[in-house]
């Protein structure tokens, strides 16, 4: 089966950079997507990684190693607003495209001032 | 361009009652998912739709669950009777049919929150 194991929870301060792993176990592999979802919201699409390597999109960025079976999101400049839980995720194998998602558990960011 | 929307936001129901939530995905999106987040667990896949076919359906607990897509538009999922077990957050998302679903992205819903009392 597919699992992704990420830390439950972070805290850092206003202006700093933080650093969430997210490990994987599938059977195949789509790329990596990070989500953030504010409590009470709506996940939303962060960043995607098919390829080893960094992508960055303004203050967040997300690695990923396949021969690590590793990824990362990188926060950076932290502010109050970035306080979410954030969920690293695989496409299910299974399917070319469109199917589903398997997440991690999620990591709540405590950003504090 | 409007958003996924899901209806209600919040359900507080009694052990035995039916609930039926509802979702609305982005218009033209052929991909439409239920996923349901138990407190403080990861987000766990309940069922794909395809337009208005079951794609995938091993993400249902039990026969107490029931999706329906009618014409290929909105989604209503039901849970009769619901169990104490059934309380968390359901989400609902859409993307676009082939190519133009790109990295993986999945459009959410803000979620209903269901409370089985």
């Known amino acids: 089966g597919q699992s992704l194991e990420q830390p439950s929870e972070v805290t850092a301060v206003e202006g700093a950079i933080v650093q969430i792993n997210c490990t994987y176990q599938t059977s195949g592999f789509y790329g990596l997507s990070w989500y953030q979802q504010h409590d009470g919201g709506a996940p939303t699409f962060l960043s995607y990684?098919?390829?080893?390597g960094l992508e960055e999109t303004g203050r967040f960025s997300s690695f990923l190693s396949r021969s690590d079976s590793y990824g990362y999101l990188l926060l950076q400049e932290l502010q109050m607003k970035d306080s979410a839980s954030y969920f690293c995720a695989v496409r299910d194998p299974g399917e070319n495209q469109g199917g589903k998602l398997i997440f991690g558990q999620g990591t709540e960011l405590s950003v504090k001032p | 361009e409007a958003g996924v929307t899901q209806f209600p936001s919040h359900s507080v129901i009694e052990k035995g009652q039916t609930v039926t939530l509802r979702c609305d995905p982005i218009?033209?999106?052929?991909?439409l998912y239920w996923y349901r987040r138990v407190m403080g667990k990861e987000i766990k896949f309940l069922l794909h739709?395809?337009?208005?076919?079951?794609?995938?359906e091993s993400g249902m607990p039990n026969n107490r669950f029931l999706a329906e897509r009618t014409g290929g538009t909105y989604s209503t999922l039901k849970v009769q009777p619901a169990e104490l077990e059934d309380s968390g957050v359901y989400f609902c998302a859409s993307s676009p049919a082939g190519e133009r679903s790109r990295y993986n992205e999945q459009f959410f819903g803000p979620g209903t929150r269901l409370t089985v009392l």
């Open positions: 739709f395809v337009k208005e076919s079951k794609q995938d």
């Open positions: 990684n098919a390829l080893d």
């Open positions: 218009s033209g999106h052929d991909n």
